[in-house]
C-alpha cells in the first residue's frame, strides 16, 4: 500500500479522495470570531478504479410480475436461463462527487480487451452467442485500439432550484415575432423536410445530423444513461428456438421486472418532494419504466402529457405544462463499427415440410450500426422512440443451387470473424456498384454527407384506457440493391427470414397484451434490383429513385390499407 497525492491503492483497487475547502483553512488560521454565516461545504470527490486479468459475470433472468397483489417477500423468482460472461482484463472505473451547487451525474465505466457470452438453459448444452473484441483504429498512425466500452451515467433529478436563468441586465425583450424565430424546434428522429402525397404527409427518418441531434439531448435528459461501444462483434444464433428463448428472457423477462417495495411506501406528507423511497426511484413524479417496447402511456398524441398521481393513475396536463428540461427514464445507445449477425434457419420443402440435418443460413454484415432506444420519452409515461442505422449492410443467402446447408457441430467459442465474404453464401442486399444509379450517394454540395445505406426510427405509444399500442415504424434504404435469386417459395431468403422472426411472447403476470397497430412507411431511395436468369446470358436491371410503400396493419385482422407510390 503506498499513498501519493492523495491516492491509495491496493492491488488491482484504487481509491481517490481529494478535498477542496478553503473556507475552513481560512478559519483554522484566523482567530475565532463571531461568524453570521457558515464556512461553505467543501466539495468531495472520489474515484474508485478496479481491474482484473479475467472475469465471469452471470446473468439471471428474473421472472417478471406485475399483479398489484404479489408477495414482495417472495424470494428465488429467477428462471433457469443464465448468460455466462467472460471478460478479458475488465477495468471499472467509477467517479463520485458531492458538495455544494447542482449535484453532479454518477458515471460508472467497464471496458475490456474481450467479451464471450454463453447461454446456458440448464438442460441442454451451453450455446455461445456473442463475442466482442477490440479493433485496431484504422486512422491512426499507430497501434491504437477501441475497447469494448459500457457506460452507465445516473443523471440527478432536475429542480426548478438548478434551472438556467439568464443574469440581470442579460435579458432579451422579445416581442411576438421574435419569440417565434428564436424557439427552436423539437429534436426529432423524423426528418424535418415535409413531403406531401396528395392530403396525407410521408414521415421518412431523419438524417445522420437529426438523428445524432435527438439522441444526443434523450441521453442527457435521461434519468439513467447506457452507452455501449462494440469495435467487433459477431451474434450467433443456431436455431430460432434459441432467439425465441433469448428474445423473451430479455424483452419479457429482464426489460418487464420491476423491483418491489420491500418497506411500505411512506406518504406524500411524510416524504419530502422528490425524495426517493426505500426502492430508490421517484415514485411522485414517474413510475419505473417496463420496456422499451412494453410502455404504459395516455397520450393520443405527440403533444399531451401526463404525470402521475398518488393513486398511480395518468392525469391529464396541458402541452405547455411541460418543462424544456424533462426527463426521460432510461436511454440506451448501442454502437457498433463492424458485426456480424448469423442465423441458422429451417429449411422446408415445396409442400412446406421441415426437413431433417439441414438448414438454411442468413449473414448480415454491418458497418458503423447504432442501435438507440428511449422509454418514457421527456416524462411522458408512454411515449418512446426506437432507432437503427447502418452506414452500410450487406445481406448473405444460400445460393440457389443449393438452399440448404448440412448441420455441422456448434463451436464451444465463437472466434470474431475477418468480415470477409462467406464462401458458400451469396450477396442478396448490399450497397448499391458506382454508376448503377444516377445520382450519387454522397449528399448535395454544402449539405455534408449523405443519408446511411440503412435508416429506421419507430415511435412507439400506447393507450391504457383502450389498450391499444400504435407503432409509426419509418424505414429508409438509400443506394442499396437487391440480387434476385430463383428459389423454392418456402426457401427463399425473405420466407426464411420471416419465419425466424416470428417468434411467440411468453406470458407476463399480470400484463395485459394490447391490440397492436403498426403504421409503415418504407422509402426508397436510388435502389435497384438485380435479376440474372438461370442459363441464360442475360442481366436485367430495375432501378428506383423514388419509391414508397405505406401501410396501415392491425392485429388479428384480415384487411390492411396498402398504398405504393414511385
Not at 467543501?42 to 404479489?70: K, Y
Not at 424546434?185 to 423536410?193: C, D, L, N, Q, T
Not at 427518418?205 to 441531434?213: A, L, S, W
Amino acid at each position: 500500500m503506498r499513498c501519493q497525492g492523495g491516492e491509495q491503492a491496493v492491488g488491482p483497487l484504487a481509491l481517490s479522495h481529494s478535498s477542496v475547502g478553503a473556507g475552513g483553512l481560512a478559519a483554522a488560521l484566523t482567530p475565532h470570531l463571531p461568524q453570521t454565516e457558515p464556512p461553505p461545504a467543501a466539495e468531495q470527490h472520489a474515484v474508485v478504479r478496479l481491474s482484473a486479468p479475467r472475469a465471469t459475470l452471470q446473468l439471471r433472468f428474473p421472472i417478471a410480475d406485475l399483479r398489484p397483489e404479489r408477495d414482495p417477500w417472495v424470494g428465488g423468482a429467477v428462471r433457469a436461463e443464465q448468460l455466462r460472461l467472460e471478460l478479458t482484463e475488465p477495468q471499472f472505473r467509477s467517479e463520485l462527487s458531492s458538495g455544494p451547487g447542482p449535484p453532479a451525474p454518477t458515471r460508472l465505466e467497464l471496458t475490456c480487451s474481450d467479451l464471450h457470452v454463453t447461454y446456458e438453459d440448464g438442460e441442454k448444452p451451453p450455446v455461445p452467442c456473442l463475442r466482442v473484441s477490440k479493433a485496431l483504429d484504422p486512422k491512426s498512425p499507430g497501434h491504437k485500439y477501441f475497447l469494448p466500452q459500457v457506460v452507465v451515467t445516473l443523471n440527478p433529478q432536475l429542480g426548478a432550484q438548478w434551472e438556467v436563468t439568464p443574469e440581470k441586465g442579460e435579458e432579451l425583450e422579445l416581442s411576438a415575432e421574435n419569440l417565434c424565430e428564436l424557439r427552436e424546434p423539437e429534436p426529432s428522429p423524423f426528418s424535418s423536410k415535409r413531403t406531401m402525397y396528395e392530403t396525407e404527409e410521408m414521415v421518412i427518418p431523419g438524417d445522420p445530423e437529426e438523428m445524432r441531434t435527438f439522441q444526443s439531448r434523450a441521453l442527457a435528459l435521461s434519468r439513467c444513461s447506457l452507452e455501449v461501444v462494440l469495435p467487433g462483434a459477431h451474434i450467433f444464433l443456431p436455431s430460432k428456438e434459441v432467439y425465441e428463448s433469448l428474445y423473451n428472457r430479455i424483452n419479457n423477462d429482464l426489460l418487464m421486472w420491476e423491483p418491489a417495495d420491500l418497506l411500505p411506501t411512506p406518504t406524500p406528507a411524510t416524504r419530502p418532494s422528490g425524495f426517493p423511497d426505500a426502492s430508490g426511484f421517484w415514485h411522485d413524479s414517474f413510475k419505473m419504466c417496463k420496456s422499451a417496447f412494453k410502455l404504459d402511456s395516455d397520450s393520443d398524441d405527440e403533444d399531451t402529457h401526463f404525470s402521475t398521481g398518488a393513486s398511480g393513475t395518468p392525469q391529464r396536463l396541458a402541452p405547455e405544462s411541460q418543462s424544456p428540461h424533462s426527463q426521460s427514464t432510461f436511454s440506451t445507445l448501442v454502437t457498433v463499427l463492424k458485426g456480424r449477425i448469423t442465423a441458422h434457419c429451417e429449411t422446408k420443402d415445396e409442400c412446406g415440410k421441415r426437413l431433417e440435418a439441414t438448414h438454411g443460413e442468413l449473414v448480415l454484415d454491418v458497418e458503423q450500426g447504432t442501435i438507440f432506444s428511449v422509454c418514457q420519452y421527456r416524462g411522458q409515461p408512454g411515449l418512446g422512440y426506437f432507432c437503427l442505422e447502418a452506414e452500410k449492410a450487406t445481406l448473405y443467402h444460400r445460393d440457389a443451387s443449393s438452399a440448404a446447408v448440412d448441420d455441422y457441430l456448434l463451436p464451444s467459442r465463437l472466434e470474431l470473424p475477418t468480415f470477409a465474404p462467406p464462401a458458400q453464401l451469396a450477396r442478396t442486399i448490399y450497397p448499391s456498384e458506382e454508376g448503377m444509379t444516377e445520382q450519387g450517394g454522397m449528399g448535395r454540395k454544402g449539405q455534408g454527407r449523405g443519408p446511411h445505406m440503412l435508416s429506421t426510427a419507430v415511435r412507439i405509444q400506447l393507450d391504457p384506457h383502450r389498450n391499444v399500442k400504435e407503432f409509426l415504424v419509418t424505414l429508409r434504404l438509400h443506394r442499396a440493391t437487391l440480387r434476385h435469386h430463383m428459389a423454392l417459395p418456402e426457401q427463399s431468403w425473405h420466407s426464411q427470414l420471416l419465419e425466424f422472426l416470428d417468434v411467440l411472447d411468453d406470458p407476463v403476470l399480470g400484463y395485459l397484451p394490447p391490440t397492436v397497430i403498426t403504421i409503415l412507411h418504407v422509402h426508397l431511395f436510388s435502389c435497384a434490383v438485380d435479376y440474372r436468369p438461370l442459363y441464360l446470358p442475360v442481366r436485367v436491371l430495375v432501378t428506383a429513385e423514388t419509391f414508397t410503400l405505406s401501410s396501415n396493419i392491425v392485429m388479428d385482422t384480415s384487411t390492411f390499407l396498402l398504398r405504393i407510390e414511385g
